[in-house]
C-alpha cells in the first residue's frame, strides 16, 4: 500500500467507529509520532497527519 493510498483511506467518508480503547489511541498517537521523526518526508507527513486527526479526537484523561 502506498502512501498516496493510505491518505486517500483518511479522505474516505463514513460512521465514525469506536474501535479503540483510550489506551490504544493513546499508544497509537505515540507510535505515529515515532514515524514523525523519519527521515522520509512522505512518511512523516502521513505519520502526522493522522496523529492529528486521531489526537483531537481522544478523550482528555
Known sequence: MTLD?????????GDRLP??????GAALVALLG???A???DQ???SALELQ???GL?????
Open 19 to 24: 474501535l479503540l480503547t483510550r489506551g490504544e
Open 57 to 61: 479526537r481522544l478523550p482528555s484523561a
Open 43 to 45: 512518511l512523516r507527513q
Open 5 to 13: 493510498e493510505i491518505d486517500a483511506m483518511m479522505e474516505e467518508p
Open 52 to 54: 492529528v486527526r486521531l
Open 34 to 36: 515515532r514515524l514523525v
Open 38 to 40: 523519519r527521515d522520509d
